[in-house]
């Protein structure tokens, strides 16, 4: 019980706190987090990579990874391929979405639907979307409609899970009043279903995005010539090691800006789950 | 509306096949334009015979008939507009202003004509002038609970179903309710059915009240009540019929009468 009323002292008390108080507390924390990451990366490096015989990976270590990364913001090639890993996440993501969100709205409001398909979601889910890879060479002519295709698969199943599990959550009294308010199914689907579930639909493009930039580097290892994946791939090949953790930070940041960027949006939705 | 009750009866199907029973053979006749109480102790089935009148529950067996305007008699199977439901809980949609949650209901139903008119009417009459752009998790559980009433009302329903409505407020605020209520019914003379578990509540608001005992619950007794209103907790005549109601209401609950 005393756990339970520190965690409950400690969290009011971050509540109730002010924006500007909440921006010093993600930012000093953050800064403290951020310091241990780095000190960790310098020990680990020294003992793995200033070993004897292992001095050709001391580009793994922050000093020259970071001097890398400045060099490659001077790049047009790292920008040619941000663009591209950018669009190629987004368009398979916006597929993913297209797709998921009727189908977890659907499999969320109708029950019958919802055993039926769970099954077989089931257990396409659990399978890994690099899995798909010879499947997705087969099937497509371009690589590049591969990668598409293999960024939906692994994306598609946190938007239908989470979308249905919104739909579940969906306070009762509001489906009974607008049904007593003389709404049709399709009306529930719009006005009700739909709002009341935006927050879980943003959950799951954090975690859409959060796997997508995962199997990202390993789906750019296909035969295409520009992407974050393909420059790690280039830099393992060439034994630059400094530029392969330069792009290796280069993923973490852009996919950190991108998390942030929906935390946000979902913090302008804040009024759905306040209620 | 004119609401005809036949041998009504509820269970529900509990874990492992066990049957619940809340309501049994009940049978009763509502006039157009009464306000009905329906009144009982907690678990007595009140809610179950709101939502069944609602129509968003259906019977396990019986029939329930409404009559508009002398037409035809229709079996109630399904939740229609005409008969507006109000919740114990405000069930006010967070993302809509509290304008926009009084529209609801008109908006799905494409009723569009004025409706700003008719929505600034109602948020005027409900005195949220101010609060009219306000979302309603800003808003506290009484001036919530009148929004909700606006827009059961907005929609000029033939019956207005309350379940409980004002149990969750203060006694300030809930007498001021409970006389806006009384106001409104007296201007538009919808039938009203209201739940409540108060006894005062239900002499202050009703002229029948109905009385749910027993398990499974069924009407125990009604009553005709003859006062004015406004109704006042110190007249003599209010004091002498809650007297009676709250006899009737013990033996009731302790279903130990004849």
């Given at each position: 019980?005393?756990?339970?009323?520190?965690?409950?002292?400690?969290?009011?008390?971050?509540?109730?706190?002010?924006?500007?108080?909440?921006?010093?507390?993600?930012?000093?924390?953050?800064?403290?987090?951020?310091?241990?990451?780095?000190?960790?990366?310098?020990?680990?490096?020294?003992?793995?990579?200033?070993?004897?015989?292992?001095?050709?990976?001391?580009?793994?270590?922050?000093?020259?990874?970071?001097?890398?990364?400045?060099?490659?913001?001077?790049?047009?090639?790292?920008?040619?391929?941000?663009?591209?890993?950018?669009?190629?996440?987004?368009?398979?993501?916006?597929?993913?979405?297209?797709?998921?969100?009727?189908?977890?709205?659907?499999?969320?409001?109708?029950?019958?639907?919802?055993?039926?398909?769970?099954?077989?979601?089931?257990?396409?889910?659990?399978?890994?979307?690099?899995?798909?890879?010879?499947?997705?060479?087969?099937?497509?002519?371009?690589?590049?409609?591969?990668?598409?295709?293999?960024?939906?698969?692994?994306?598609?199943?946190?938007?239908?899970?989470?979308?249905?599990?919104?739909?579940?959550?969906?306070?009762?009294?509001w489906?009974k009043m607008a049904l007593n308010q003389g709404a049709t199914?399709?009306q529930l689907?719009?006005h009700i279903?739909?709002?009341?579930?935006?927050?879980?639909?943003?959950?799951?493009?954090?975690?859409?995005?959060?796997?997508?930039?995962?199997?990202?580097?390993?789906?750019?290892?296909?035969?295409?010539?520009?992407?974050?994946?393909?420059?790690?791939?280039?830099?393992?090949?060439?034994?630059?090691?400094?530029?392969?953790?330069?792009?290796?930070?280069?993923?973490?940041?852009?996919?950190?800006?991108?998390?942030?960027?929906?935390?946000?949006?979902?913090?302008?939705?804040?009024?759905?789950?306040?209620? | 509306?004119?609401?005809?009750?036949?041998?009504?009866?509820?269970?529900?199907?509990?874990?492992?096949?066990?049957?619940?029973?809340?309501?049994?053979?009940?049978?009763?006749?509502?006039?157009?334009?009464?306000?009905?109480?329906?009144?009982?102790?907690?678990?007595?089935?009140?809610?179950?015979?709101?939502?069944?009148?609602?129509?968003?529950?259906?019977?396990?067996?019986?029939?329930?008939?409404?009559?508009?305007?002398?037409?035809?008699?229709?079996?109630?199977?399904?939740p229609h507009p005409s008969r507006a439901l109000l919740?114990?809980?405000?069930s006010l949609l967070?993302?809509l202003?509290?304008?926009g949650n009084i529209a609801f209901g008109c908006k799905i139903r494409g009723e569009g004509?004025?409706l700003?008119?008719q929505v600034?009417?109602f948020?005027?009459?409900?005195?949220?002038?101010?609060?009219?752009?306000?979302?309603?998790?800003?808003?506290?559980?009484?001036?919530?609970?009148?929004v909700c009433l606006a827009r059961a009302l907005i929609g000029h329903p033939?019956?207005?179903?309350?379940?409980?409505?004002?149990?969750?407020?203060?006694?300030?605020?809930?007498?001021?309710?409970?006389?806006?209520?009384?106001?409104?019914?007296?201007?538009?003379?919808?039938?009203?059915?209201?739940?409540?578990?108060?006894?005062?509540?239900?002499?202050?608001?009703?002229?029948?009240?109905?009385?749910?005992?027993?398990?499974?619950?069924?009407?125990?007794?009604?009553?005709?009540?003859?006062?004015?209103?406004?109704?006042?907790?110190?007249?003599?005549?209010?004091?002498?019929?809650?007297?009676?109601?709250?006899?009737?209401?013990?033996?009731?609950?302790?279903?130990?009468?004849?």
């Open positions: 019980m005393q756990i339970v009323r520190h965690l409950q002292k400690h969290t009011k008390s971050y509540e109730k706190s002010g924006p500007e108080k909440k921006l010093v507390h993600s930012l000093f924390y953050g800064l403290v987090g951020m310091t241990f990451f780095l000190i960790i990366w310098v020990v680990v490096g020294y003992f793995v990579f200033r070993r004897p015989g292992y001095e050709q990976f001391s580009g793994f270590m922050p000093l020259p990874a970071v001097n890398a990364l400045f060099g490659l913001l001077f790049e047009k090639e790292f920008w040619v391929s941000v663009v591209a890993s950018l669009r190629r996440i987004g368009v398979g993501i916006l597929i993913a979405f297209l797709f998921g969100l009727p189908t977890g709205l659907l499999i969320g409001f109708y029950w019958k639907l919802r055993m039926i398909t769970n099954t077989p979601f089931q257990f396409i889910r659990m399978i890994s979307p690099l899995s798909w890879m010879p499947i997705a060479l087969l099937l497509f002519n371009e690589f590049e409609s591969a990668i598409y295709f293999l960024i939906t698969m692994a994306t598609v199943w946190p938007i239908i899970m989470n979308t249905s599990f919104g739909v579940s959550r969906v306070n009762p009294h489906i199914n399709r689907i719009l279903v739909l709002p009341a579930s935006i927050p879980y639909i943003l959950t799951s493009l954090r975690l859409a995005l959060g796997v997508a930039w995962i199997v990202l580097v390993p789906v750019e290892f296909l035969g295409i010539s520009s992407g974050l994946g393909y420059i790690i791939n280039d830099a393992r090949d060439t034994l630059e090691y400094d530029r392969l953790m330069a792009v290796v930070l280069a993923i973490g940041i852009v996919g950190f800006l991108l998390d942030a960027t929906i935390r946000q949006i979902r913090q302008l939705f804040r009024w759905t789950w306040v209620s | 509306m004119k609401i005809r009750i036949e041998h009504l009866c509820k269970s529900y199907n509990l874990p492992g096949n066990e049957n619940l029973p809340v309501l049994h053979d009940i049978n009763l006749s509502i006039k157009s334009g009464d306000f009905v109480v329906i009144l009982g102790a907690s678990g007595s089935g009140k809610s179950t015979f709101l939502s069944l009148l609602a129509g968003l529950t259906t019977p396990t067996s019986g029939k329930i008939w409404v009559q508009e305007n002398e037409g035809p008699e229709k079996e109630i199977t399904a919740f114990q809980q405000p967070p993302w202003t509290v304008a004509n004025d700003s008119y600034n009417q948020i005027e009459m409900m005195g949220l002038y101010e609060f009219a752009q306000t979302h309603p998790p800003k808003l506290s559980v009484g001036m919530a609970q009148r033939k019956a207005l179903l309350l379940d409980e409505p004002f149990g969750s407020l203060d006694t300030l605020n809930r007498t001021h309710l409970q006389q806006e209520l009384i106001n409104i019914w007296m201007g538009e003379r919808f039938t009203a059915v209201f739940v409540t578990h108060d006894i005062e509540e239900a002499l202050l608001l009703g002229n029948r009240i109905v009385l749910l005992g027993g398990r499974p619950s069924t009407v125990k007794d009604v009553f005709d009540i003859p006062l004015d209103y406004p109704r006042s907790l110190e007249d003599d005549s209010f004091f002498e019929t809650k007297k009676d109601i709250l006899k009737a209401f013990r033996c009731a609950i302790a279903n130990e009468c004849d």
